[in-house]
């Protein structure tokens, strides 16, 4: 995905819009860590490495190592690299029962298919197959939440799972035609919402016609397949959720203005602030549930 864009303020937007996914990223470094420490420690034990406030001196003389490294990694607030790893595995330390467990056992995101609605949830992998009552397949860029019947194995290539949490999050429809901003606004909008993408009016309508669970659209003004003031009205014929249109054109004013007769409609010029859109969508969509 890029992030390029050509207003003067490209890179502060461009720091914005990695915020979510660096969080992302940061939190899953954190997970990793966590259950690494507490599966080594583990390990450490069933082969009878020295236990308590001394394990971490232990460690930092039997490889060599800077005390307060091997501390850290004990605690969950660092990373192994390649050689710790291979030093571990000469204490007898099994480095691979260590990481087949942080891969069923540590909780994932996964965008998921129920139904005709896409939604995100956090998944925690099932052990076996045989033991579980579902499983996520691979389909089209996500997941299909699938049953499995008492006894038997998931299908190949789906994923087990014991449990599955959804992600409590208003879903945004999306709709601008500049492919690198339709990604930055979906980067700033992940954290509020479950953004949604289309690169024309016409994929949004065709969307707007079956099931969905939209709970806003945040539209571009100048579409190169249908004009604003058009596309609001093809909204307002499928759906009454709120509507925030995007525009950086200071002629479009009276079109717009005329697109508030629809009722539940914002306008935001470009580019936008991501915490002022946030906050006006979720207003919108507060309001638009009383």
């Given at each position: 995905m890029s992030d390029v864009l050509t207003d003067d303020n490209s890179d502060n937007d461009h720091e914005d819009a990695s915020d979510g996914k660096k969080r992302d990223k940061d939190l899953a470094k954190t997970q990793f860590q966590l259950a690494f420490a507490e599966r080594l420690n583990s390990e450490l034990d069933s082969v009878g490495f020295v236990q308590g406030r001394r394990r971490s001196g232990a460690l930092a003389e039997q490889f060599d190592l800077d005390r307060s490294n091997g501390y850290r990694i004990l605690k969950g607030i660092g990373s192994p690299d390649a050689l710790y790893l291979s030093k571990l595995r000469k204490l007898g330390v099994s480095v691979d029962r260590i990481l087949d467990h942080i891969a069923h056992h540590v909780p994932a995101t996964y965008t998921?298919?129920?139904?005709?609605?896409v939604v995100s949830a956090t998944v925690q992998y099932g052990v076996?197959?045989?033991?579980?009552?579902?499983?996520?397949?691979?389909?089209?860029?996500?997941?299909?939440?699938?049953?499995?019947?008492?006894?038997?194995?998931?299908p190949d290539g789906a994923i087990p799972i014991q449990a599955i949490q959804f992600i409590d999050k208003p879903t945004l429809a999306i709709v601008e035609d500049e492919l690198p901003y339709l990604d930055k606004l979906a980067y700033e909008m992940w954290d509020a919402f479950r953004p949604v993408k289309f690169?024309?009016?016409?994929?949004?309508?065709?969307?707007?016609?079956?099931?969905?669970?939209f709970k806003a659209?945040?539209?571009?003004?100048?579409?190169?397949?249908?004009?604003?003031?058009?596309?609001?009205?093809?909204?307002r014929a499928h759906s009454k959720v709120p509507i925030c249109i995007l525009t950086a054109d200071v002629t479009a004013s009276k079109a717009i203005a005329r697109a508030f007769a629809t009722g539940n409609v914002d306008h935001v010029m470009k580019p936008a602030d991501p915490d002022i859109l946030v906050a006006r969508i979720q207003v919108a969509i507060k309001n638009s549930a009383l």
């Open positions: 998921i298919f129920i139904g005709a609605s076996d197959g045989r033991f579980c009552s579902a499983a996520i397949l691979p389909k089209d860029g996500g997941f299909e939440l699938i049953p499995v019947s008492p006894g038997e194995t998931a690169d024309s009016a016409h994929a949004l309508i065709e969307a707007l016609k079956m099931p969905h669970n659209v945040l539209m571009d003004w100048r579409l190169p397949d249908m004009d604003g003031e058009k596309l609001v009205k093809e909204i």
